[in-house]
């Protein structure tokens, strides 16, 4: 006759369980936190891919963040990037990174669309488009703020760009939501990483970005940020130098880049 298992056999049994599950259960926890980092590389790629056909509609001319925002005239109706991305590509989806939180569904009584400058849509998206792309946010901009001068008001066009490979477009941002401060919906070089208008490094210290030529890739978020023109670390940054970062990835167009000019503030690429 088949004698039943001892109490000393079960607890081996269940000691040798627990020390699987230790084992695996991490493992298990970083191919999901890969499978989401693969899923928003996809995604920010899929972006930029109707981006790059938004602007070959439209002779070449890049975007704002929002309609009327270089003049300050942005509103509830206006368009946000994601917006004017959505007849290309169908999807205000794209815009969540899978690693984020999922968008409240109204705020104020306005329902998320993900596509319009209110606040439950531009704050809650989790992947930015560059702020500098809106000429108010670049340098230029900052050393002659005096609209309706070029520097301020004038949208970017692909010929001024020397290198579309290097130049960022999408990257994940600090995603707020409704009522909080800072914004989703753009990303900023000289905002510290995960705070307000800032990239994120939600996907284990790296961020996902897209540039200029239409390629993506993942990068440490810690190398695309000048510390000493971040204005959490140093309030009196200039964001003069802002391309001048480790992963020689350029963010503002109208800021001395390192290829023309070696030393940026006698300090060159730190």
Request: net charge negative.
């Amino acid at each position: 006759m088949r004698k039943a298992f001892t109490l000393i056999e079960l607890l081996v049994v269940i000691a040798i369980i627990a020390i699987l599950a230790a084992i695996l259960f991490p493992v298990f926890a970083q191919a999901k936190a890969a499978a989401k980092k693969t899923q928003a590389l996809s995604n920010v790629k899929q972006l930029q891919t109707g981006y790059l056909l938004y602007i070959n509609d439209y002779d070449g001319t890049y975007y704002e963040h929002a309609q009327g925002m270089a003049y300050g005239t942005q509103n509830a109706t206006s368009l946000i990037w994601n917006g004017y991305l959505n007849p290309y590509l169908k999807s205000v989806a794209l815009a969540n990174d899978p690693a984020a939180q999922n968008p409240i569904a109204s705020y104020n009584g306005v329902n998320f669309t993900g596509k319009y400058y209110v606040p439950v849509d531009y704050q809650q998206l989790a992947t930015g488009y560059n702020w500098n792309f809106t000429s108010e946010f670049d340098y230029a901009c900052s050393i002659d703020f005096n609209p309706p001068y070029a520097s301020c008001t004038t949208f970017w066009n692909e010929s001024q760009f020397e290198f579309p490979a290097q130049q960022l477009v999408f990257a994940s941002s600090a995603q707020r939501t409704p009522g909080q401060t800072g914004a989703g919906f753009w990303v900023s070089p000289i905002h510290n990483i995960n705070a307000d208008n800032g990239i994120s490094d939600r996907h284990n210290g790296w961020t996902v970005i897209s540039f200029m030529d239409g390629h993506a890739k993942s990068l440490k978020a810690t190398t695309l940020l000048v510390s000493d023109q971040v204005q959490e670390i140093d309030p009196n940054a200039s964001g003069q130098c802002v391309n001048y970062d480790v992963a020689h990835v350029y963010w503002d167009p109208s800021a001395p880049l390192p290829d023309n000019f070696p030393l940026c503030e006698g300090h060159g690429i730190r």
